[in-house]
C-alpha cells in the first residue's frame, strides 16, 4: 500500500473539518474523492501535503509515518500537491514556473529530463516557455500547474479540483492527461466536484461529507449507486 491514512481529525479553530477519515491508496490507481463545497476535501489534500496539521490521526507513505513531517520533507518522499485555482506564478514565465516545481531536485539531468516529458504530455505551452504565465488561458494554466507538479517526478501526485473553471471541452482533455499520467506509472489521488469525470477515470472512489467517508467502491460502482446518482449527478 501506497498511502494509509487512519483516523484522520484536522481542525479548524474549533471546528472540526475532517472527522476520522480512514483510506489506503495503492500504487499505480487513480483514487477520486467526490463532495459538495464544504465536504472537507482541499482540507483533506492540504492535510496530506503537511500544510494542515491533523490533531488526531496517523499518515503512513510507503511505509513511513509522515504525520509530522513538514511538506518540504514530503515533497521529497514523492508527494506532490497540484493545489485548487492553479496557484501558478502569473508573473513569471512558463519556464520560470515548472523550474520552481523543481526546487527540491538538485540533479540537473533529472531536471532536464522531467521537464521534456512535461511538454511531451503538454505540448500546448511547449511553444510558450518565455510567455508570462498570466497571459496563458485557464486549460494552458491548468496544464501548467501539472506540468509544475510532474517536474518533482512524484510517486503520488495529488489534484485539487482541476476541472475547476474549465469548459466541458477541456474538462475532458485534462482527465485524458490525467489518465495519461497514471499510465506512465504515478499514482492519482484526485478530488472533484465534477463527480461524473472524477468516477468515470477512478479505480477506486470515495464520497466525502462535511468530513467523512459516506459511500466508497469502485469508480463504477459508485456511478452506478442511487445516492450517489442523486446527489451528485444530477438524476
Same mark, same amino acid.
Given at each position: 500500500?501506497?498511502?494509509? #491514512?487512519?483516523?484522520?481529525?484536522?481542525?479548524?479553530?474549533?471546528?472540526?473539518?475532517? %472527522?476520522?477519515?480512514?483510506?489506503?491508496?495503492?500504487?499505480?490507481?487513480?483514487?477520486?474523492?467526490?463532495?459538495?463545497n464544504?465536504?472537507?476535501?482541499?482540507?483533506?489534500?492540504?492535510?496530506?501535503? !503537511?500544510?494542515?496539521?491533523?490533531?488526531?490521526?496517523?499518515? $503512513?507513505?510507503?511505509? #513511513?509515518?509522515?504525520?509530522?513531517?513538514?511538506?518540504?520533507?514530503? #515533497?521529497?518522499?514523492?508527494?506532490?500537491?497540484?493545489?485548487?485555482?492553479?496557484?501558478?506564478?502569473?508573473?513569471?514565465? #512558463?519556464?520560470?514556473?515548472?523550474?520552481?516545481?523543481?526546487?527540491?531536485?538538485?540533479?540537473?539531468?533529472?531536471?532536464?529530463?522531467?521537464?521534456?516529458?512535461?511538454?511531451?504530455?503538454?505540448p500546448?505551452?511547449?511553444? %510558450?516557455?518565455?510567455?508570462?504565465?498570466?497571459?496563458?488561458?485557464g !486549460?494552458?494554466?491548468?496544464?501548467?500547474?501539472?506540468? %509544475? /507538479?510532474?517536474?518533482?517526478n512524484?510517486?503520488?501526485?495529488?489534484?485539487?479540483?482541476?476541472?475547476?473553471?474549465?469548459?466541458?471541452?477541456l474538462?475532458?482533455?485534462?482527465?485524458?492527461?490525467?489518465?495519461?499520467?497514471?499510465?506512465?506509472g504515478?499514482?492519482?489521488?484526485l478530488?472533484?466536484? *465534477?463527480a461524473? /469525470?472524477?468516477?468515470?477515470?477512478?479505480? %477506486?472512489?470515495? /464520497?466525502?461529507?462535511?468530513?467523512?467517508?459516506? $459511500?466508497?467502491?469502485?469508480?463504477k460502482?459508485?456511478? *452506478?449507486n442511487?445516492?450517489? $446518482?442523486?446527489?451528485?449527478? !444530477?438524476?
Open positions: 500500500m501506497l498511502l494509509e #491514512v487512519n483516523n484522520l481529525h484536522t481542525y479548524y479553530g474549533n471546528i472540526k473539518a475532517l %472527522r476520522g477519515v480512514s483510506f489506503n491508496v495503492k500504487e499505480g490507481e487513480i483514487l477520486s474523492f467526490i463532495g459538495a464544504g465536504a472537507g476535501k482541499s482540507t483533506l489534500m492540504n492535510t496530506l501535503s !503537511g500544510t494542515l496539521k491533523p490533531r488526531e490521526g496517523q499518515i $503512513i507513505f510507503n511505509g #513511513v509515518d509522515i504525520t509530522k513531517m513538514t511538506p518540504r520533507d514530503r #515533497v521529497k518522499q514523492g508527494i506532490i500537491l497540484c493545489p485548487e485555482g492553479r496557484q501558478i506564478f502569473p508573473k513569471f514565465t #512558463v519556464e520560470e514556473n515548472l523550474l520552481m516545481g523543481a526546487y527540491t531536485e538538485k540533479d540537473k539531468a533529472n531536471q532536464k529530463a522531467n521537464y521534456e516529458k512535461v511538454f511531451e504530455l503538454f500546448q505551452i511547449k511553444d %510558450r516557455q518565455k510567455q508570462m504565465a498570466g497571459t496563458l488561458s !486549460g494552458e494554466q491548468q496544464m501548467l500547474a501539472i506540468g %509544475r /507538479a510532474l517536474m518533482e512524484p510517486k503520488m501526485l495529488m489534484l485539487d479540483e482541476p476541472s475547476l473553471g474549465l469548459s466541458p471541452i474538462v475532458e482533455q485534462i482527465f485524458g492527461l490525467i489518465e495519461e499520467i497514471n499510465k506512465q504515478t499514482t492519482i489521488l478530488v472533484e466536484q *465534477n461524473m /469525470a472524477a468516477l468515470d477515470i477512478a479505480d %477506486r472512489a470515495y /464520497a466525502l461529507e462535511t468530513g467523512e467517508i459516506v $459511500i466508497e467502491g469502485t469508480g460502482e459508485l456511478l *452506478n442511487d445516492v450517489i $446518482i442523486k446527489t451528485y449527478l !444530477g438524476a
